[in-house]
């Protein structure tokens, strides 16, 4: 399964998944560092040209819109790697479905690293951006997955098939990638109230198969 771009593109594959509300996966992230992204606007996406320009920070710069379930992401996320141009971001889909045995919520996403930016100018004025992204998707995935586990709010990673090996794929923007074609679902750790005995891994596993497959049909 890949995200799809406003004009129906094949974008980003889908290599990442998280078991958790809403506000656990912002909470997982802020406290390994990272930031929700500002919502794309004609504003935000020309300050984001501007501070490229001038070499400026902005760390909650927004991310394109990518379509899955035929709506824009719900939720993105991103950690600024020391310029506007290069960062590591992830976006996620709520796939309005729950593991049976966790009954945690399942959102779908992708991750990529930001290696550059290309400034759309209107009479030598920056108005808007593309950003390119490394081709190594894969590593984005064990990068988010290693971050998470070093905050301490992983209680399991499983990995399920996702659009398959690829070694000449490319994004909506051109931008060439190789993936294995996997996707690394991350269950959260929760606080689990009185006589509520935690999932073993084994059990997130079995069950989230089930789970995976569906929300992919």
């Known amino acids: 399964m890949r995200s799809r ?14 078991e958790g509300a809403r506000a656990a996966i912002l909470a997982a992230f802020q406290k390994s560092d990272w930031v929700p992204a500002d919502p794309l606007s004609p504003r935000n996406d020309a300050r984001l040209a501007l501070d490229f320009v001038l070499h400026r920070s902005y760390p909650r710069a927004p991310v394109s819109r990518l379509y899955l379930f035929g709506r824009p992401e719900d939720l993105a996320v991103e950690h600024e790697l020391g310029a506007v141009s290069r960062r590591d971001h992830a976006r996620f889909w709520d796939t309005h479905r729950r593991d049976p045995r966790t009954h945690l919520e399942l959102w779908i996403g992708d991750a990529s690293r930001d290696t550059g930016v290309e400034v759309a100018l209107s009479h030598g004025i920056p108005v808007g951006t593309t950003h390119h992204i490394s081709p190594f998707v894969d590593a984005e995935r064990r990068r988010i997955v290693a971050t998470l586990r070093r905050a301490g709010v992983v209680a399991a990673v499983v990995m399920e098939p996702g659009i398959g090996p690829t070694l000449l794929g490319h994004n909506g923007a051109g931008d060439p990638f190789v993936t294995d074609g996997r996707a690394a679902v991350i269950v959260l750790t929760q606080p689990y109230p009185p006589r509520v ?21």
């Not at 406003?6 to 980003?12: E, K, L, R, V």
């Open 197 to 217: 005995t935690p999932v073993r891994g084994s059990q997130v596993i079995v069950n989230r198969g089930k789970v995976w497959g569906g929300a992919l049909a």
């Open 5 to 18: 771009t406003s004009a129906g593109t094949p974008g980003d594959p889908i290599n990442l998944g998280v």
